[in-house]
């Protein structure tokens, strides 16, 4: 489905390289004055057109393709808002794509690429959008983020704020080494993954329900829809596996190791979640490709690749986060 939430509901759609990628977002009360400014800093971060600050004091288009530094990313806001403030009407809006160079991928109309999602979707709906990848490339999650700002500011005035940033590239975890890492990757024709680390403050005990419901679920279900996310982990996480449960129970660092949850439920501590993020499948390093026919065959790919995708998914997370919690608040 391309469409997330109960009450808060959004609706992606459009193709990499098709006209536009935009959104619908339902459930959005009237009277609310959008921040175009907080939203133009969230495409900005997405695309890698920011100077970091603080411990994230690296140039974030390290690791960012040329396409996605050249694309203005303007909102056109189709429906729903009136200079500026919503109607409570359905909001509709598309982000036009313009720097698309869809020749480079000619080639994927007979070929497969190992590590996309090329051959899953020939096969499923027995025709695929070669250029780019279609709905299954990164540019899709330009529409998240726009609905990611609209919810962020509805949970700012509820007193919820959302900040995620990349703790790892690799096996580097010192953020001061981030850029010449990924240069370095990028200079090999290469690419690397990274992990992005989300803390949700302001949220009030009792957020989620027991079972089926629960707030992780809910986290992980929007996180693991991003592209290239393989991985969900809250707390102490997978490394809790190395600790006792006396070390775990009886910690005073207990807020880290239960990530602000209990039973699904929020605990009124900061919520604290991490996504693992692949390397690029594609990137300038000759690959083995599956041809259509199912003959074996060297690929080489030529179009425009993010060294670390993990740079730019940090701008999604949030996002996502925002729009899977605004939807709970909404019930």
Known sequence: M????????????????????GGVLDGVPAGVRIDMDLIREALDKRAGRFEAKGDEAIRREAGVSPRAKRE????EWLSGVLDGVTLGTPIAFIIRNADTRSEDYEWLKHTYRVGHADKTYQEKYGIRDHRGGGRASARETVSRVVA????QQLLKEKGVEIKAKLVQVGCETNPAHFEEYISNIRQEGDSIGG?????????????????FDKLQSHLAFAMMSINGCKGFEYGSGFEGVNLK????YLSENHTLISGGMA???????????????????SNRKTFEAIRREGDEAKGKSIGRHDA?????????VEAMAAIVL????SV
């Open 148 to 151: 990611g700002g609209v919810a």
């Open 195 to 211: 992990i992005v680390q989300c803390t949700i403050t302001g949220l009030p005990v009792g957020i989620g329900e027991p079972i």
């Open 308 to 316: 670390c995708i993990a740079v730019r998914a940090v701008a999604v």
């Open 263 to 281: 039973g699904g439920i929020s605990d009124g501590t900061p919520v604290v979640f991490r996504c693992v993020f692949k390397p690029t499948a």
């Open 2 to 21: 391309n469409t997330l939430g109960k009450n808060f509901v959004f609706t992606s759609f459009g193709e990499s390289h098709g006209k536009a990628i």
């Open 326 to 329: 605004q939807d709970i608040f």
């Open 72 to 75: 203005a990313d303007k909102v």
């Open 245 to 248: 449960g006396s070390e775990m």
